[in-house]
């Protein structure tokens, strides 16, 4: 079954086609990161006008590196939540368009979802349930995925995204948007423990986290340096930085680990791709005799092939949806009716 997948959700435009949820024929990703880059951050309205100007053509171009025609789509998945509406909105409308003039089904996919499906991408033989630690731009949560449709959240930040935080500390340091590859690649060349950073401890339930002391704490190291005249060692703060957001997530995802009883832990979304976290993880699971997946870099970010993959799994629970599909900013992962 060919998926035609579309992605809009934020600054990256992407449509793939995914064979059986598993085989990604074609990948397409138009990205905008250099424009908002000028700004700092994404600009809405902007992110939607460049969405509306390369989705049809990036459609185009799937078909054609696939060798594909629209006679050979079986259906089209489409991120529909969360993100920023009007980006949303893009992708939600020329997908409508799509399966409309196409005559096929429409699929509808969250976007976290979505990004847990990256995993079956890289890893064919990944079967739920599984453990998942969700670490995006805006999520940052542990899902237990019961099965491809079916997920439980056993906590996550009360606060901040990690990514989110990243990208703060990286911006106040002169890094370019999205800060968190920078402050990556920085870190591994620092000593953490040249400066202390706090690791908060959030709320009653073991598997929530908190982000926001965390950064501001190093946005108040980066002030107070800048006041007083002292020159940072940017490279050793973002160890420090890394290390606090990495020792933030790992106990409590082995925590979570242990208590589900899983053997097999994946990790989701941009902030999978940090080396700090993705070593720490790696190091940790094994210490507990767990299976650790993580997706390659290119499908850790934003981008459409993870959503056929999802697409198909909706599709197979029959999880569609009509031309009154509509685009959502926030809608929780848990799939109630949309
Ligand atoms: O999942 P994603 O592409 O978008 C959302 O759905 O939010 O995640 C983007 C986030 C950004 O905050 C970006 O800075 C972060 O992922 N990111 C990283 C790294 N690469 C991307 N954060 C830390 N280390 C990285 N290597
Ligand atoms: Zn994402």
Same mark, same amino acid.
């Given at each position: 079954?060919?998926?035609? +997948? ?16 598993? #085989? ?26 460049? *969405? ?7 459609? =185009? ?15 089209? +998945?489409?991120? !529909? ?8 909105? $893009? ?5 409508? %368009? ?5 005559? #096929? ?16 991408? %890289? ?19 542990? $899902?237990? &995925? ?25 911006? &106040? ?33 073991? !598997? ?14 980066? *002030? ?37 009883? /899983?053997? #097999? ?14 070593? =720490? ?5 094994? #210490?507990?005799?767990?299976?650790? /997946? ?11 092939? @993870?959503?056929?993959?999802?697409? !198909? !799994? ?8 009509? @031309? ?15």
């Amino acid at each position: 079954m060919n998926i035609l +997948a579309v992605e809009s959700s934020c600054d990256e435009t992407a449509v793939a086609i995914v064979q059986d949820g598993r #085989k990604v024929l074609t990948d397409c990703i138009a990205s905008q990161v250099d424009l908002h880059r000028i700004y700092g951050g994404v600009v809405p309205e902007i992110a939607s006008r460049k *969405h509306i100007e390369a989705i049809y053509g990036l459609a =185009d171009e799937a078909l054609k590196n696939a060798d594909l025609t629209r006679r050979d789509i079986d259906a089209v +998945a489409v991120t !529909y939540a969360p993100g920023l509406i009007g980006a949303v909105l $893009v992708g939600v409308n020329f997908a409508k %368009a799509a399966a409309l003039a196409m005559n #096929k089904p429409l699929v509808p996919v969250h976007h976290i979802r979505g990004h847990i499906a990256a995993n079956y991408l %890289a890893y064919p033989e990944l079967k739920p349930p599984f453990l998942c630690l969700v670490v995006s731009g805006g999520h940052t949560m542990l $899902v237990d &995925v019961k099965d491809y449709t079916s997920v439980e959240i056993l906590g996550g930040t009360l606060d901040d995204a990690a990514g989110e935080s990243f990208d703060k500390v990286a911006r &106040v340091l002169g890094m370019p948007y999205p800060g968190g590859a920078a402050l990556d690649k920085a870190a591994t060349l620092g000593d953490e423990r040249k400066y202390d950073l706090p690791r908060a401890k959030a709320g009653q339930n073991p !598997y929530d986290m908190s982000f926001s002391g965390l950064k501001t704490a190093a946005l108040n190291l980066i *002030h107070h340096a800048e006041q007083i005249g002292e020159e940072l060692d940017v490279n050793s703060l973002c160890a420090a930085f890394s290390a606090a957001v990495s020792d933030t997530l790992v106990p409590r995802t082995m925590a979570a680990l242990q208590q589900t009883g /899983y053997k #097999k832990l994946a990790v989701a979304g941009g902030v999978a791709a940090n080396s700090r976290i993705r070593a =720490d993880i790696t190091r940790a699971a094994e #210490k507990l005799g767990a299976e650790v /997946y993580m997706p390659p870099l290119s499908l850790c970010g934003d981008n459409a092939a @993870m959503i056929g993959a999802q697409g !198909y !799994y909706e599709y197979l629970a029959g999880n569609l949806a009509d @031309m009154s599909l509509n685009a959502y900013a926030t809608k929780s992962i848990l799939g109630e009716s949309i």
